[in-house]
C-alpha cells in the first residue's frame, strides 16, 4: 500500500496504462509540459513522449473528433477536458459520433475513448469552473458514465476505463484531487471490482444515501453525525452513472425502506431523478416514504462567495434524511 | 514541383480559374506542374475513369428511381460529381483511408463496397452498409463536417505509426462554415497530419449559394492554416486526379495537409426530398450541362483516336448490369429482426441495454407468443 493524493493516483493509474498498451495516447490542453493544469498527467509526457502524451490545440471539438480518427486507426485516446464546464464545444462529438459509431458501424469500429473531466464545485473557482455536467451524457447512449471518489478507486478505474472497449466519460472531483488515502499500486486490475459496481461505503439500517464524487466524503461524514442521534445510514458511492448498479442499491433499499440521493448538479433531470424513479419502480412495496433528492438547485453555477448557498453540505444531506425518516425538517410545514 | 513550392496564394495565380487539363469540348490542356502526376494516364485509363464515371452516374439514377419507387426513403444525388468523385478516389493507394459525408456513392463503390451496402443506409435497414476496415472507407457522415476531424486524428495516427499511407475527408462547400472543419485545419497543420481535405463546392448546400459560405474562394481558406489550397475543375477528371495524386504524395512525405476546392455541381436536388426548383433557375444548370464531366472525356478519347462507340456500346451494359444488380440487392434487403435495435449499442456487455431488451421481448412476445431473434450474441430472449 501507498498513501496517495487522488490526484496522483489518476497519474500512477494514466502511468499504467500508457506502460501497458503502446495504443493508448493522453490528449489534452497543458497536459504535456505542464502536465496540466491540476498536474494530473505530471511527467507522463516527459517519460512516455510528445506522441504518447499530445499537447492539443485549444478546441474540444477538435480533441474529440481527432480522438474518434485515432479509435478507427486502433489507438485508445484519453482525452482530458481541462475542465467541466470547457466540454461543451466538443459535445457533439460526443453524443454524435462517440457514443454512436459502434452502433452505426454495426460493431465493426471500436470507440475505445476516455474522456476525463475534472468536475464539480468547492473550489471558490470562476464561471464554468465548477459545473457537474454528467447528466447530459448518462442519458446518452453508448456512453458510460463513471466517476472516482477517492484514491484507491481512482487508480483502479481510469485504468478500467482505458480497458474498456466502449467511450466512458470519466468524472474526476476536482476538490478532493488533494485528499490522500491508501492505494494499492501491485493490486491485479483483473481481480479489481468491476467500474460499474457501487460500493457500500458505510454500512447502515435506516437509510440509503446514494451518492457519488465530490459529495462521498459529506455523505460519510453525515452517517457519523447521524449516528450519534441513534439513526443508521447505508452510504452507497455509486461509481457508475451509466449503467448504474440497480441490484446493490435495491438490496439496501429492501432493507432500509428510504431512499436519499444527493448530488451537486441540479434536481431537473438529475441522476437523481432517474435512480428515484427506478428505484421506486423496482423497489415500490418496500419504500416507507418518497424517495428525498438532496441535489444543487436548478440555477446557473453561482459565484465563488455563494457556492455554499447551491451545494448540497452535510446539515442539508442531514435535513434530507430527516425528511425520509418523516422527521421535522426543513418542509415539514409545506405541502408537496 | 510540388505544393509546397508555392505559395498558398499562389495556387490561384488566376483569381476565380482553377487546374484544368481537359476543358468542356474535351481539347487537353497543357500544365507543365501537373500533366506530369497523370503521364501515366493514356487512353486506356482514360476509359476506365469514363467508364467509372458512367456507371456511378446510372447506380446514382436507379438509386433516384428506387427511391421514387418507394423501395428507398431518401437518396442523395451525386449527379455532376462524377468526376470530383471518381478522380479523387482512383488516386488513393489501397491503404489509405477515406472518411466521407453521405454523398460520396462513387467513393464508396470504388472502394469495393457491395452494392447492398450502398443502399442499406437510405432503405433504413443499418446506420451503414459496410466494415470501415475492410474498404478503407469511413461509415458515412451525416452531421456536416464532422468527419474532417476524423479523417485529421486517423491521420495524426498514421505518422504516430510511421504509415505512408495518407487519410482524405469529404466534404461539401457548405461544410466550410462548420467549425469542426476549420478544427481539423487547425489540428492537421499543427501535427503536419498526412491528411487531404477534399472540398465538393457544388455550389449549393441544400437551398444556399456557396457565397452565403464564402466571399472569396474556399481553398483561400488554407491560407490561414499555413497549408496549400488548390482549386481544381472538379468536372475534369484528369485534373483532379493530378492534383490529389500531388496533394497525397505531399501528405505522404511528411509535409502534412493540403485543401483541394474541386469546383463542381449538384445537378440534382440536394435529396430527393429537395425541390431545387424553389431556389435555382434552369440557366444556371444548362450552364453546367455544357461542363459535363463525362462527355469531355468521351470527346478527348474520340481526339485520341480511341475506338469511343465500342467503348459507349461497353460501358453501357456494364452499367446497365450494375444497377441491375443495385437493384437486386436493394429489393433482397429485408427488415432485420425486432430486438436487432439492441445490437452493438455497447461494445461490451451492458446491465442496461439487456434489461431494455428483455423487456422489449416479453412485450413482442405477447403478439406472438415468441420473443424475436435478434442479429448477434446478445441476442434473443433472456
Not at chain 1, 206 to 215: A, C, H, K, N
Not at chain 2, 93 to 103: C, E, K, N, P
Not at chain 2, 319 to 327: I, K, M, Y
Amino acid at each position: 500500500m501507498t498513501t496517495l493524493t487522488l490526484g496522483k493516483a489518476l497519474n500512477r493509474g494514466l502511468r499504467n496504462a500508457l506502460a501497458a498498451d503502446d495504443r493508448v495516447v493522453l490528449m489534452g490542453e497543458d497536459i504535456g509540459t505542464l502536465g496540466g493544469v491540476f498536474r494530473i498527467t505530471d511527467g507522463l509526457q516527459a517519460e512516455f513522449g510528445r506522441e504518447r502524451v499530445v499537447d492539443s490545440p485549444l478546441s474540444e471539438a477538435g480533441l474529440i473528433g481527432t480522438a474518434v480518427g485515432l479509435a478507427y486507426r486502433g489507438f485508445r485516446p484519453v482525452v482530458e477536458i481541462q475542465f467541466d464546464g470547457f466540454i461543451y464545444p466538443g459535445f457533439d462529438q460526443i453524443v454524435a459520433q462517440v457514443a454512436k459509431l459502434h452502433y452505426r458501424s454495426r460493431g465493426a469500429v471500436k470507440v475505445p475513448i476516455t474522456i476525463r473531466v475534472p468536475f464539480g464545485g468547492g473550489i471558490g473557482a470562476a464561471e464554468h469552473h465548477s459545473e457537474s455536467p454528467e447528466a447530459y451524457f448518462a442519458h446518452t447512449a453508448g456512453l458510460r458514465v463513471v466517476v472516482c471518489s477517492n484514491p484507491a478507486d481512482a487508480h483502479v478505474m481510469i485504468q478500467q476505463a482505458i480497458a474498456s472497449d466502449d467511450p466512458v466519460l470519466f468524472f474526476e472531483p476536482k476538490r478532493r484531487y488533494h485528499v490522500k488515502g491508501e492505494v494499492d499500486e501491485e493490486a491485479s486490475l483483473a481481480d479489481a471490482k468491476p467500474m460499474g459496481i457501487a460500493t457500500v461505503v458505510t454500512a447502515g439500517d435506516d437509510v440509503t444515501l446514494v451518492t457519488y464524487g465530490g459529495l462521498v466524503q459529506t455523505a460519510k461524514d453525515a452517517a457519523v453525525a447521524a449516528a450519534e442521534d441513534g439513526i443508521s445510514i447505508e452510504v452507497i458511492d455509486l461509481r457508475s452513472l451509466a449503467p448504474v448498479d440497480y441490484p446493490t442499491l435495491e438490496a439496501s433499499l429492501r432493507r432500509t425502506g428510504r431512499l436519499v440521493i444527493a448530488h451537486e448538479a441540479g434536481q431537473q433531470g438529475g441522476v437523481g431523478a432517474e435512480i428515484a424513479a427506478s428505484l421506486t419502480e423496482r423497489c415500490f412495496d418496500f419504500l416507507e416514504h418518497a424517495p428525498v433528492r438532496v441535489t444543487g438547485h436548478d440555477i446557473p453555477y453561482p459565484p465563488a462567495k455563494l457556492e455554499q448557498h447551491h451545494l448540497p453540505d452535510l446539515d442539508r444531506i442531514l435535513d434530507g434524511v430527516d425528511r425520509v425518516l418523516g422527521r421535522a425538517n426543513s418542509l415539514s410545514e409545506v405541502e408537496a | 514541383m510540388t505544393l509546397s513550392d508555392r505559395d498558398a496564394t499562389g495556387l490561384l495565380t488566376r483569381p476565380g480559374s482553377f487546374v484544368q487539363l481537359v476543358d468542356e469540348t474535351g481539347a487537353r490542356r497543357h500544365d507543365a506542374e501537373f500533366d506530369p502526376w497523370v503521364a501515366d494516364v493514356d487512353a486506356a485509363a482514360l476509359g476506365r475513369l469514363y467508364r467509372d464515371m458512367v456507371i456511378v452516374r446510372r447506380l446514382d439514377a436507379e438509386g433516384v428511381a428506387l427511391q421514387r419507387q418507394g423501395e428507398l426513403g431518401l437518396w442523395p444525388p451525386l449527379a455532376g460529381q462524377e468526376a470530383a468523385q471518381i478522380g479523387s478516389v482512383r488516386a488513393l493507394h489501397d491503404d489509405d483511408f477515406a472518411f466521407t459525408s453521405y454523398r460520396e456513392l462513387a467513393v464508396a463503390w470504388a472502394r469495393g463496397v457491395p452494392p447492398e451496402g450502398l443502399v442499406a443506409t437510405w432503405r433504413g435497414t443499418a446506420s451503414s452498409g459496410w466494415d470501415p476496415a475492410a474498404h478503407r472507407v469511413a461509415v458515412p457522415q451525416i452531421i456536416i463536417g464532422a468527419q474532417a476531424l476524423h479523417a485529421t486524428g486517423y491521420a495524426m495516427g498514421l505518422r504516430w505509426d510511421h504509415s505512408d499511407a495518407a487519410a482524405i475527408a469529404y466534404f461539401g462547400d457548405g461544410a466550410t462554415s462548420e467549425g469542426d472543419v476549420s478544427e481539423a485545419f487547425v489540428f492537421a497543420s499543427s501535427f503536419e497530419a498526412p491528411v487531404v481535405f477534399f472540398c465538393q463546392n457544388n455550389q449549393w448546400a441544400i437551398s444556399e449559394p456557396v457565397g452565403l459560405q464564402s466571399k472569396q474562394e474556399l481553398a483561400r481558406r488554407a491560407d490561414g492554416f499555413a497549408m496549400p489550397g488548390i482549386r481544381v475543375d472538379g468536372n475534369d477528371v484528369l485534373a483532379v486526379l493530378a492534383v490529389t495524386r500531388m496533394a497525397l504524395e505531399r501528405a505522404r512525405r511528411g509535409e502534412g495537409p493540403s485543401l483541394i476546392e474541386a469546383v463542381t455541381y449538384r445537378m440534382g436536388p440536394h435529396t430527393t426530398a429537395d425541390d431545387p426548383s424553389r431556389y435555382r433557375d434552369d440557366t444556371e444548370l444548362a450552364a453546367w450541362r455544357e461542363r459535363d464531366p463525362i462527355a469531355r472525356v468521351l470527346a478527348l478519347l474520340d481526339g485520341l483516336g480511341a475506338d469511343v462507340a465500342g467503348l459507349e456500346r461497353e460501358t453501357a451494359e456494364a452499367a446497365g448490369r450494375a444497377a441491375a444488380e443495385l437493384r437486386a440487392a436493394c429489393l433482397g434487403l429485408t427488415d432485420p429482426p425486432a430486438l436487432s435495435v439492441f445490437d452493438h449499442v455497447y461494445a461490451e456487455p451492458n446491465t442496461h441495454v439487456e434489461r431494455q431488451r428483455e423487456r422489449y421481448a416479453r412485450y413482442l412476445a405477447l403478439f406472438d407468443g415468441t420473443p424475436d431473434e435478434a442479429s448477434d450474441e446478445h441476442g434473443g430472449a433472456r
